[in-house]
C-alpha cells in the first residue's frame, strides 16, 4: 500500500516569493509520483510528473519538483509565485500507471497575497 | 490535447432521485476509468475503477448498488447516484489514463468534475 503525506495544509506567501510546498510518500516498491493543481470549482490539472530518468523534473507555469527516493519525498517549488498560482495543490503517487488509481494526500492550499 | 469530458457539471436533485454522471474520453480510449469523490476542502478518495466490459471494482466502504457505474463503451463511463440523499452530496471527478508518449507510463488525465446538491 501507498501513502502520501502533504505537511502543509495551507502555505501563505507573497507575490514573486519563492515557495515549497512539501511531499512525503511510503511506499514499498518503486513509484510514479505526480502534482496536480486544482482551482476552484475545477477538476485537476497536471502540473508535472516523474515516472523515470533524471529525478528533477519541470512542469507547466514555472514549477519544478525534484525527486529524493532516500528522503521519499518530491517537494514542489516555484522561485516566483503569481496571485495567480492561488490554488488547492496535491501530490499523488502510484505503483503501477496502467492498473492502479492515485492515491493522493491531503492537499496544500496555496494563498499567494499581493 | 487529449480531454476527459464530464457531464453535468453541476446538478441539483431532490433527495430520492437517481441521477447520472457521464464521462468521456475524447479522441482516446480508455479501457478503464477511475471515480473520485472529493468533500469540500478535502482530498480526493477513490471510489470505484470502471472497467470497459466487466463489472467495476469499488473501494472498500463504498456501497456499490448506491453508486452505479457502467462503462459502456471504450470513451464512456457512467455513475448513476441511486436514491441520492443529502450526504451525497459531493464533488464527483472522473479520470482515465493516458499514454505518455514519452516513458510508455500512463498519466491520469481528469475531467473537470461534477458538483451534486441534494436537497
Known amino acids: 500500500a501507498q501513502s502520501v503525506t502533504q505537511l502543509d495544509s495551507q502555505v501563505p506567501v507573497f507575490e514573486e516569493a519563492p515557495v515549497e510546498l512539501r511531499c512525503n510518500y511510503s511506499?514499498?516498491?518503486?513509484?510514479?509520483l505526480f502534482w496536480y493543481v486544482q482551482y476552484p470549482n475545477q477538476g485537476l490539472q497536471l502540473l508535472l510528473k516523474?515516472?523515470?530518468?533524471?529525478?528533477l523534473v519541470k512542469g507547466i507555469n514555472g514549477f519544478e519538483a525534484e525527486f529524493n527516493k532516500s528522503q521519499t519525498s518530491f517537494h514542489l517549488r516555484k522561485p516566483s509565485v503569481h496571485i495567480s498560482d492561488t490554488a488547492e495543490y496535491f501530490c499523488a503517487v502510484t505503483s503501477d500507471t496502467g492498473r492502479r488509481a492515485l492515491t493522493f494526500g491531503s492537499g496544500t492550499r496555496l494563498q499567494v497575497q499581493p | 490535447g487529449a480531454v476527459v469530458s464530464q457531464h453535468p457539471s453541476w446538478v441539483i436533485c431532490k433527495s430520492g432521485t437517481s441521477v447520472k454522471i457521464e464521462c468521456r474520453s475524447l479522441d482516446f480510449q480508455a479501457t478503464t476509468m477511475f471515480w473520485y469523490r472529493q468533500f469540500p476542502k478535502q482530498s480526493l478518495m477513490l471510489m470505484a475503477t470502471s472497467n470497459e466490459g466487466s463489472k467495476a471494482t469499488y473501494e472498500q466502504g463504498v456501497e456499490k448498488d448506491k453508486f452505479l457505474i457502467n462503462h459502456a463503451s471504450l470513451t464512456l463511463s457512467t455513475l448513476t447516484v441511486t436514491s441520492a440523499h443529502p450526504e451525497d452530496s459531493s464533488f464527483y471527478i472522473c479520470?482515465?489514463?493516458?499514454?505518455?508518449?514519452?516513458?510508455?507510463?500512463?498519466?491520469?488525465?481528469f475531467g473537470a468534475g461534477s458538483r451534486l446538491t441534494v436537497l
Open positions: 479520470s482515465a489514463p493516458l499514454r505518455d508518449r514519452e516513458s510508455g507510463a500512463n498519466v491520469l488525465t
Open positions: 511506499s514499498s516498491v518503486s513509484v510514479y
Open positions: 516523474y515516472l523515470s530518468g533524471s529525478t
